[in-house]
């Protein structure tokens, strides 16, 4: 799948490339830095980071000979010591199962093929896994969910639309403890226009969660859409203080010069990374490799 992730990122490389194709080979001098720093800038990394990996370069190459080659390499190793910590996978290991995976995210952000392609991924590994359409507010929502959950081939858990969120996690719960299941993913809906609301849905939901099992939820998955650039980064602000997230998913990263803007949530929140979107097929999530995206990146 490399040479797909690679494709589906070529814009941003294109892009950082465009910007440094003057270089040749030079001693590594202040204007150079200055173009350097210009082009992460425009790859939407960030001022912050911009300025950081422009004095690593300094610090350790300032004044000697430098091919174009090797400075990308260089800037990509500063861009892969930002992502390496942030870089993980999501893993099943709560005992007692279901490991419950809350998913949020705004709407049109890929949240509920983000959903069909976490649950196609963890099938994959042999788990058992169930959704519930936890996002009872849109109309279309459930039905969406339920089209995916029948092409992956997994069981439902469903209400009446504008039905109680948390009584339809409830009963997810419970017959996902019953069958057996590993990984229970919940639909959540992402209406940011109500904070309060969606507070106190998702109040409501953990506080069902932790009566059936103090550990629940084990994730709570943000999906943001890199297109968004600067509006993804806000988002986060937003559902850490409304929903605890513990992770994120960056989707659409296929088709955008907006890869930089991983890099901008590694350095500005550093919550953990668990996959990309690179495309709006069931597998086309990946999973979140930093040295990779470094690369691709530069
Ligand atoms: P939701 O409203 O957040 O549930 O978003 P959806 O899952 O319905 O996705 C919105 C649109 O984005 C759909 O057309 C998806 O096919 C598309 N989409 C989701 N993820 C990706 C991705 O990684 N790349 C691309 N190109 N499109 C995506």
Redesign the pocket.
């Known amino acids: 799948w490399t040479d797909r992730l690679f494709g589906g990122f070529r814009k941003t490389s294109e892009k950082l490339t465009s910007n440094l194709i003057e270089v040749g080979t030079a001693r590594l001098d202040d204007a150079t830095l200055d173009d350097v720093e210009d082009a992460l800038i425009l790859s939407d990394l960030g001022p912050g980071a911009a300025a950081r990996i422009r004095e690593k370069l300094r610090d350790k190459r300032f004044g000697l000979e430098i091919t174009e080659r090797e400075l990308k390499e260089a800037v990509a190793e500063e861009i892969a010591a930002i992502l390496r910590p942030v870089a993980k996978p999501l893993e099943i290991t709560a005992f007692p199962r279901p490991q419950v995976l809350l998913v949020i995210?705004?709407?049109?952000?890929?949240?509920?093929?983000?959903i069909a392609k976490l649950a196609h991924l963890f099938q994959e590994d042999d788990y058992a896994v169930m959704l519930a359409a936890g996002d009872t507010f849109r109309a279309a929502?459930i039905g969406?969910l339920q089209t995916w959950a029948d092409r992956v081939g997994v069981p439902i858990v469903r209400g009446p639309e504008g039905g109680d969120p948390a009584s339809i996690v409830f009963d997810a719960v419970k017959k996902a403890t019953e069958i057996g299941t590993d990984v229970l993913i919940v639909d959540t809906a992402?209406r940011l226009q109500n904070k309060r609301e969606l507070m106190d849905e998702l109040a409501k939901i953990r506080k069902v969660l932790g009566r059936l099992n103090p550990d629940a939820p084990h994730d709570v998955v943000l999906?943001l859409?890199a297109t968004n650039g600067q509006n993804a980064l806000a988002q986060i602000d937003v559902f850490k203080e409304v929903a605890g997230v513990t992770g994120l998913v960056m989707?659409?990263?296929?088709?955008t010069a907006r890869g930089g803007v991983l890099v901008q949530a590694a350095e500005q929140y550093g919550l953990p990374i668990h996959a990309?979107?690179?495309?709006?097929k069931i597998d086309?999530?990946r999973p979140f490799d930093p040295d990779l995206v470094a690369r691709v990146i530069a």
Not at 105 to 114: H, M
């Open positions: 995210g705004v709407n049109g952000s890929g949240k509920t093929t983000t929502a969406q992402g999906v859409d989707t659409k990263l296929d088709g990309i979107g690179v495309g709006e086309d999530l």
